[in-house]
């Protein structure tokens, strides 16, 4: 049975930091991209970053999250990984991650996780 398991939300101050875990289960993580999303209250669901399987390439969706977040991933703890850093307010969210059977694709996730939520007080 397929499974990804967010870990790692909470409350968090402004200019804090967390870090996010992704725990797979039932598939093999090396052939999956892992992709992080968000969504925050009363908007839609929006791609954060991705890391690749083949060469562990990354990708940051916006602009605002780039030299703030850092996607990695560990196939060895089948467990992929976000840190946020310098947290905003407006990173208040769900956060999800999901898995996808070939390179990156925000609109081609094949599996998904439940959500984790972030708040983020200023």
């Known amino acids: 049975q397929v499974q990804l398991v967010e870990f790692g939300g909470n409350l968090v101050q402004s200019g804090g930091s967390l870090r996010l875990s992704c725990v797979t289960s039932g598939f093999t993580l090396d052939y999956y991209a892992i992709g992080w999303f968000r969504q925050a209250p009363g908007k839609e669901r929006e791609g954060v970053s991705c890391?690749?399987?083949?060469?562990?390439?990354?990708?940051y969706a916006e602009d605002s999250v780039k030299g703030r977040f850092t996607i990695s991933r560990d196939n060895a703890k089948n467990t992929v990984y976000l840190q946020m850093n310098s947290l905003k307010p407006e990173d208040t969210a769900v956060y999800y991650c999901a898995a996808d059977r070939g390179l990156c694709d925000f609109d081609g996730m094949d599996y998904w996780g439940k959500g984790t939520l972030v708040t983020v007080s200023s």
């Open positions: 890391i690749n399987n083949s060469d562990g390439s990354t990708y």
